[in-house]
Nanobody
Framework: EVQLVESGGGLVQPGGSLRLSCAASGFTFSTYFMGWFRQAPGKEREFVAAISWSGAATNYADSVKGRFTISRDNAKNTMDLQMNNLKPEDTAVYYC?????????????????WGQGTQVTVSS
């Protein structure tokens, strides 16, 4: 059974940092492209970042470029999202997802599996 479990969310002040982690199980993690998305109240789920099988290729939404870094450890079956210089508009539930496409995908519909999400709140 495919399982994705996010952790690391919380409350942080503007300008602060958080590191999210996604633990994967039930499939061969190293053979799938993965992604991070987020969903704020009343809004659609949106792309944040994605990473290739080996981690050599990454891509980011313009809104987080230069502040967030996606990475993965295939030996540990984990994917992380380091978030720096957080802003109130980064407040959302963050989800990790798995896509079966052999390339970076930007639409939630192209991801077949999701974790339960972890809440990130940026507020003073």
């Amino acid at each position: 059974e495919v399982q994705l479990v996010e952790s690391g969310g919380g409350l942080v002040q503007p300008g602060g940092s958080l590191r999210l982690s996604c633990a994967a199980s039930g499939f061969t993690f190293s053979t799938y492209f993965m992604g991070w998305f987020r969903q704020a109240p009343g809004k659609e789920r949106e792309f944040v970042a994605a990473i290739s099988w080996s981690g050599a290729a990454t891509n980011y939404a313009d809104s987080v470029k230069g502040r967030f870094t996606i990475s993965r450890d295939n030996a540990k079956n984990t994917m992380d999202l380091q978030m720096n210089n957080l802003k109130p508009e980064d407040t959302a539930v963050y989800y990790c997802g798995r896509t079966s496409y052999p390339s970076i995908q930007y639409r939630p519909r192209d991801y077949g599996y999701w974790g339960q999400g972890t809440q990130v709140t940026v507020s003073s």
